[in-house]
């Protein structure tokens, strides 16, 4: 199986699995908070600091952590080079036509790749340890307030935990078909674009029956459990959040803050 | 070409600490025309073991040999196993995607380098197994069809490759009384027909009556293995297996417990019925 590049749920059982889901949304907020703010070496020596404990409370292996930002290089070189050679033109220490490269253009340079990076390691650090309908959860808990402003929320939610709830399903039904017609000779590596395009009729004609014929299913097994749409359900509240969960809110609120205070 | 499997894993999600080991160190050999069933609880690993047969799956360890050849290696020419070996899986109508019946059987022999006169008569010939009037119905939208007519479309689709190795995954489950019996049959002439026969069911009578081998699988491991009669005869002293007796097997066990002196060994309705009209003497009218 190809890797993808990120997204991936690893199962596991350490204490940053454990957290609450809506405790870690909040978490990677403020981290992106403070990886953005995030001005000084001291600032990002902490936010590496914080990561690898993250990483090693998660155990999670390096390969999977840090792979899909370290497969992004071409993307952060782009992003480097483009920085070094058009960031300002004042104090050039090589200058030709319209590329300057000065001091500050690298150093721009640096900060952004270094801050694109930790954004990476840290969102896939989230999803690699929380199962995909679990952050929904949490979302459609967080975005609830938008109820005020009209916004159906429970229906939003309910939409969004179903269509997550079968990309694995999905998934697994595609990864059966494809199979199938592997078996009884399909090839799906071709040269030519027209052909490789009509070699994956084979999949995607099955994959869209399949699709349709679940979505189907899944209204009238809805209906037939008494489902009336979002608003007339009465509300499942939500598990508490636990001592853990504060304890890792307060952490990750002390870095952000700590950042905002190395700036001044 | 025999199928050979050298002590063979399996394991899901290796990397996660919730790997799952579908497959643990398997030993199995099957022979030329041999008809084998595969038995065992849901998650016991069959359907790995067949994906693994049929290449779809690469093994964790171990090896899958077809004609002394390991299908795994690099330098191994895949389409001589696809040619080989044909694998239908649980809801095969889900396959399907062409315009029509006939492109549709036809799908697997794209590849196959033979010319149009020869596609168009295995197409018509696996149809015509399948119990289809080709000329009714190669022109109709496979997708059109009804859900057991979808199913033998499919399956024609795999036998108009004419493999020599077939691999069927739970293929009754959700049949009717009536297409159960013609589908076994079909299997049967197949088998006849010097096919090897590989078949994954829960349906205990189903594998009674048509296996001569049995493999039984528990948690990824082989349980039990032999010809299917011995497998049937040891089932009742291997309670920990969540494999059932046969219908006519039971029976018999039932008769016993009431006082009725059976032979040894039934497990098909034939025996049954021979045992019954040795027993109570009934000419060859009996029922």
Partial sequence: MKQPLTGRFIPGDSPVHALDARAKLIC?????????????????????????????????????AVGPAWRMWPFLSVIFIMNALFFTATDPLWSWWIFHISLAGVQQGIHVVTNVALIMIISNALTLTTAPLEITKALASLIKPLRLIGIPTDDVAMIISVAIRFVPTLLEEADMIKKAQIARGARFESKRLTEKAKSYLPLIVPIFIAAFRRADELALAMEARGYHGAGRRTPQRPAPLRLPDYAALMVCMTVSILQLALLR | MPIEVENLSYTYMPESTQSVAALQGINLRIADGEFVGIMGRTGSGKSTLIQLLAGLLTPTRGRVLLDGRDIAAKDYDRSILRRTVGIVFQYPEY??????????????????GLNHVEVTSRVRKALEIMGFDYDKIHNQSPLALSGGEKRRVAIAGVLAVQPKILIFDEPVAGLDPQGRYSFMQLTARLHQGGTTIIMVSHNTDVLSEYTERLVVLEHGQIALEGLTKDVFMQLPTHDHLPVAMSTAQEIAYMLAARGMNL????????????ALKAKLGGGEEAP
């Fill in chain 2, 95 to 112: 396959q399907l995607f062409e315009t029509t019946v006939a492109k549709d059987v036809a799908f697997g022999l794209k590849h196959s």
């Fill in chain 1, 28 to 64: 990677l907020i403020l981290l992106l908070a403070a990886v953005v703010s995030a001005g000084t070496v001291y600032g990002y020596g902490l936010i590496l600091a914080v990561i690898s404990v993250i990483l090693l409370v998660a155990e999670l292996p390096l390969h999977l």
């Fill in chain 2, 263 to 274: 032979p040894q060994g039934i497990i098909t309705y034939d025996d049954l019925l021979f």
